[in-house]
């Protein structure tokens, strides 16, 4: 019996031994750890004159601060300028009321934003979304011998992890005023669009340009929204893309307006012209931008069977329990395991194929809303767990937001939701 005894004290003082061993080794010794940054890509298609570069320089406008949510854009100076340039020659109702140059046929523009937030007072990279923006004219125009544009795109959207679709609000008008050209143009559009759509599987975005053009539609913009959609499905082919890929592919119905209702109006030319004295106050610009990640992740849960989603809330529950190097270290574990196999191989397109990273990323959106807990457990933990810590939250914020801004937009119009998936 006393020998037992002794047994158990001597494994007690080794185990405490090899625990102050352990804590004066992470403390002090060379841990090291590697940040990736994920980049995800966007592909923006619209015909010409359909407002993507209004859009465009009116999304970086209302995202590159951090006003309204916690992350902010940025990107090269010679794309701030252009961005810049395009939004104040748009703003300007006192020149000569030109609108910025827009994108030309088999033109092709690029764009790296560098999602970013701020970590103990210092801005931090969490993720890049490259954003290509085609005119559509490249899908339906024969091109010239030898060019190699048209292959480019198409391999461009089959890597693309978010397709946006621009749909001309101004043209919408027209087809339900009557005016010939409407639908004509309707129909011009969505053949550019739908083939690639249909065999795509990246999540769809259907963004309505110009929507202050249609505000006199109905008082109530739900039932604006709605007026608009029944227009769109009553196309058999754009009817036939929600219905097929409903269940299984998030696809959304976005309205936009660049400028924000009053800004402009049609003059009897059918021209869109400048009001006078008026103020820039764009609508919705962000979401299509804030949708790309959070979109991309329902889709992936809306694809996955139950065992699957069962041991993916499991993960997510221990790893809200979890310390810094435990949740950090468990990515690896996970990762093996048949549900993280899964995850890991939808998002194996070379736009998000980062592994432990993107899995991460994918785990903390489905996290709940952060809070301070774990900030204050930091306290507690050497310079490295600390800075871990910190991303962790800094990037669970950031997916709640980007989220956030897609809950209010359909929870504000229910019927910017084409597709029924979700769990």
Same mark, same amino acid.
Request: glycine share 8%; proline share 5%.
């Given at each position: 019996?006393?020998?037992?005894?002794?047994?158990?004290?001597?494994?007690?003082?080794?185990?405490?031994?090899?625990?102050?061993?352990?804590?004066?080794?992470?403390?002090?010794?060379?841990?090291?750890?590697?940040?990736?940054?994920?980049?995800?890509?966007?592909?923006? =298609?619209?015909?010409?004159?359909?407002?993507?570069?209004? #859009?465009?320089?009116?999304?970086?406008?209302?995202?590159?601060?951090?006003?309204?949510?916690?992350?902010?854009?940025?990107?090269?100076?010679?794309?701030?300028?252009?961005?810049?340039?395009?939004? #104040?020659?748009?703003?300007?109702?006192?020149?000569?009321? %030109?609108?910025?140059?827009?994108?030309?046929?088999?033109?092709?523009? $690029?764009?790296?934003?560098?999602?970013?937030? $701020?970590?103990?007072?210092?801005?931090?990279?969490?993720?890049?979304?490259?954003?290509?923006?085609?005119?559509?004219?490249?899908?339906?125009? =024969?091109?010239?011998? /030898?060019?190699?544009?048209?292959?480019?795109?198409?391999?461009?959207?089959?890597? %693309?992890?978010?397709?946006?679709?621009? #749909?001309?609000?101004?043209?919408?008008?027209?087809?339900?005023? /009557?005016?010939?050209?409407?639908?004509?143009?309707?129909?011009?559009? #969505?053949?550019?669009?739908?083939?690639?759509?249909?065999?795509?599987?990246?999540?769809?975005?259907?963004?309505?340009?110009?929507?202050?053009?249609?505000?006199? =539609?109905?008082?109530?913009?739900?039932?604006?929204?709605?007026?608009?959609?029944?227009?769109?499905?009553?196309?058999?082919?754009?009817?036939?893309?929600?219905?097929?890929h409903g269940a299984t592919?998030?696809?959304?119905?976005?309205?936009?307006?660049?400028?924000?209702?009053?800004?402009?109006?049609?003059?009897?030319?059918?021209?869109?012209?400048?009001?006078?004295?008026?103020?820039?106050?764009?609508?919705?610009?962000?979401?299509?931008?804030?949708?790309?990640?959070?979109?991309?992740?329902?889709?992936?849960?809306?694809?996955?069977?139950?065992?699957?989603?069962?041991?993916?809330?499991?993960?997510?529950?221990?790893?809200?329990?979890?310390?810094?190097?435990?949740?950090? %270290?468990?990515?690896?574990?996970?990762?093996?395991?048949?549900?993280?196999?899964?995850?890991?191989?939808?998002?194996?397109?070379?736009?998000?194929?980062?592994?432990?990273?993107?899995?991460?990323?994918f785990l903390d959106s489905?996290?709940?809303?952060?809070?301070?807990?774990?900030?204050? =457990?930091?306290?507690?933990?050497?310079?490295?767990?600390?800075?871990?810590?910190?991303?962790?939250?800094?990037?669970?914020?950031?997916?709640?937001?980007?989220?956030?801004?897609?809950?209010?937009?359909?929870?504000?119009?229910?019927?910017?939701?084409?597709?029924?998936?979700?769990?």
């Amino acid at each position: 019996m006393m020998a037992v005894v002794l047994i158990i004290i001597f494994l007690s003082i080794l185990l405490t031994l090899l625990a102050k061993h352990l804590r004066r080794r992470r403390a002090t010794g060379p841990l090291t750890v590697t940040e990736t940054i994920p980049t995800f890509n966007v592909v923006a =298609l619209g015909l010409q004159g359909s407002g993507k570069t209004l #859009l465009l320089a009116s999304m970086y406008h209302r995202l590159k601060a951090p006003t309204g949510q916690c992350y902010f854009i940025t990107a090269t100076r010679d794309d701030v300028l252009q961005l810049n340039d395009w939004y #104040l020659q748009m703003a300007d109702t006192a020149a000569t009321g %030109a609108w910025p140059r827009g994108t030309a046929k088999g033109e092709t523009r $690029h764009f790296t934003f560098t999602v970013k937030t $701020h970590i103990d007072g210092a801005a931090h990279p969490i993720l890049d979304l490259k954003y290509l923006e085609y005119a559509g004219e490249l899908l339906t125009d =024969l091109q010239d011998a /030898g060019s190699t544009k048209q292959q480019e795109l198409f391999a461009h959207i089959d890597s %693309a992890d978010a397709l946006i679709g621009v #749909l001309d609000g101004y043209r919408i008008r027209q087809h339900v005023d /009557g005016h010939p050209e409407g639908p004509l143009h309707l129909e011009r559009t #969505l053949n550019a669009l739908l083939p690639v759509m249909l065999e795509a599987t990246a999540p769809i975005s259907f963004v309505i340009t110009k929507w202050d053009l249609l505000t006199d =539609l109905h008082p109530d913009e739900s039932t604006r929204l709605n007026i608009v959609r029944n227009l769109l499905t009553s196309n058999d082919h754009f009817r036939s893309l929600v219905n097929l890929h409903g269940a299984t592919r998030v696809v959304r119905l976005i309205p936009v307006s660049a400028v924000g209702p009053g800004f402009a109006t049609i003059d009897p030319n059918g021209e869109i012209v400048k009001t006078p004295q008026s103020a820039v106050q764009p609508t919705n610009v962000d979401v299509p931008l804030s949708a790309v990640v959070p979109g991309l992740f329902e889709q992936i849960e809306t694809r996955l069977d139950h065992d699957s989603i069962a041991a993916i809330r499991a993960e997510v529950d221990r790893r809200t329990r979890q310390g810094a190097l435990e949740a950090f %270290a468990s990515l690896t574990n996970f990762a093996g395991q048949l549900a993280g196999r899964t995850v890991l191989a939808m998002l194996g397109t070379p736009g998000a194929a980062f592994g432990d990273t993107v899995l991460g990323f994918f785990l903390d959106s489905r996290m709940g809303a952060p809070d301070d807990e774990r900030a204050r =457990l930091g306290r507690e933990l050497n310079e490295v767990e600390q800075r871990i810590e910190s991303l962790q939250l800094a990037r669970r914020r950031v997916m709640y937001d980007m989220r956030r801004k897609v809950d209010a937009l359909e929870g504000r119009l229910p019927y910017s939701r084409l597709s029924e998936g979700g769990w």
